[in-house]
């Protein structure tokens, strides 16, 4: 039982490259969280998905995008990287209805816009 | 959307017990409170949640007073690998209601 995995660990990109972070569970839960969280800082929600086929925006949205074609995938992707966007990204999921049940957290990815 | 306050830093020595308060003045009558820890370099890992009065795990205590706007983390005989940062988060039995993530408590135990 992994939980949480998320790939890659480290990356470095210039200014206007594309990537694709993967986000994998294993405990069969719904919902799913992209954050990312800058120095000194609490986390903040990118994105998030309550289901198979589903998205929707969280707190900063803006350059992100996300796809859950796969209940236990939550691809996050960056189309145009912008020094703004390096940071530390978690992926989490949670199972339950009830929004204030466990999260459990990858051991994110250290992005870098150059 | 319940806000919470916590203090941004605090430092303690090995072998003492830890107390963090957190400040949810507008938390909702459906809120639970949530702790979590984060250490460097990792994602943040549940420790307790409570709804009302206390709550005791093997790895701390919440307490939270009869007007819950106010909770208490506690960390009985901290040790080094306590050094982490905790974050108390408020939330609802909403299915899509996102917790809001504060900064956090900066916890420094001391040799």
């Known amino acids: 039982n992994a939980g949480v995995t998320q790939t890659p660990k480290f990356r470095v990109l210039k200014t206007g490259q594309s990537m694709t972070l993967l986000c994998a569970q294993d405990?069969?839960?719904?919902?799913m969280y992209w954050y990312r969280q800058d120095p000194g800082m609490g986390l903040r929600l990118i994105h998030y998905?309550?289901?198979?086929?589903?998205?929707a925006k969280g707190e900063v949205p803006d350059g992100y995008n996300v796809s859950r074609l796969k209940k236990q995938n939550f691809l996050l992707g960056l189309e145009s990287a912008a020094p703004s966007q390096t940071s530390v990204y978690f992926c989490?999921?949670?199972?339950?209805?009830?929004?204030?049940?466990?999260?459990?957290f990858g051991p994110g990815t250290r992005l870098t816009v150059l | 959307l319940a806000k919470t306050t916590q203090p941004i830093s605090m430092d303690s020595y090995e072998g003492q017990e830890v107390n963090i308060t957190c400040s949810h003045n507008?938390?909702?009558?459906?809120?639970?409170i949530t702790w979590y820890q984060q250490f460097p370099s990792q994602g943040p890992r549940f420790i307790i949640q409570?709804?009302?009065?206390?709550v005791t795990n093997e790895v701390a205590s919440l307490f939270i007073p009869a007007d819950r706007k106010s909770s208490t983390l506690s960390l009985p005989r901290v040790s080094l690998s306590d050094t982490a940062v905790y974050y108390c988060l408020v939330g609802y039995m909403d299915s899509n209601y996102q917790l809001i993530w504060g900064a956090g408590t900066k916890l420094i135990i001391k040799p």
């Open positions: 507008n938390i909702a009558t459906n809120d639970y």
């Open positions: 409570g709804y009302k009065t206390k």
């Open positions: 405990m069969n839960h719904e919902y």
């Open positions: 989490a999921s949670r199972g339950g209805l009830a929004a204030h049940n466990e999260q459990f």
């Open positions: 998905s309550v289901g198979e086929g589903t998205t």
